[in-house]
Nanobody, 116 residues
Framework: VRFVESGGASVQPGGSLRLFCGPR???????IGWYRQAPGKQHELVAA???????TYGDFAKGRFTISRGSAKNTAYLQMNDLEPEDTAVYYC????????????WGQGTQVTVFS
């Protein structure tokens, strides 16, 4: 079980990107989230759906990034505006479990590079 991500690119600071993720395999899950991993760092939360479609954002994402659902089941978008070099990372979809683990295996992700 895993997700497939797309939409990453190289952009200049201040630019925008819209990422998309969808399922690889058959499953149903509601609390999809976006995570990112920069070189040498652990995965960190970008944005995620919670109970009754509430949303949670990492502090760095508030006011700049927006998570939304796709029209198909188990799909999600991440709209990223006003990108900064510090946003450079590989972006992934996954679901955080109550025990702290993750629902799916990590896919290949989609690379976002913000260069000066």
């Amino acid at each position: 079980v895993r997700f497939v991500e797309s939409g990453g690119a190289s952009v200049q600071p201040g630019g925008s990107l819209r990422l998309f993720c969808g399922p690889r395999g058959s499953f149903t899950i509601n609390r999809i989230g976006w995570y990112r991993q920069a070189p040498g760092k652990q995965h960190e939360l970008v944005a995620a759906f919670g109970y009754r479609d509430s949303t949670t954002y990492g502090d760095f994402a508030k006011g700049r990034f927006t998570i939304s659902r796709g029209s198909a089941k188990n799909t999600a978008y991440l709209q990223m505006n006003d990108l900064e070099p510090e946003d450079t990372a590989v972006y992934y979809c996954n679901v955080r479990l109550p025990n702290g683990g993750f629902f799916a295996s990590w896919g290949q992700g989609t690379q976002v590079t913000v260069f000066s």
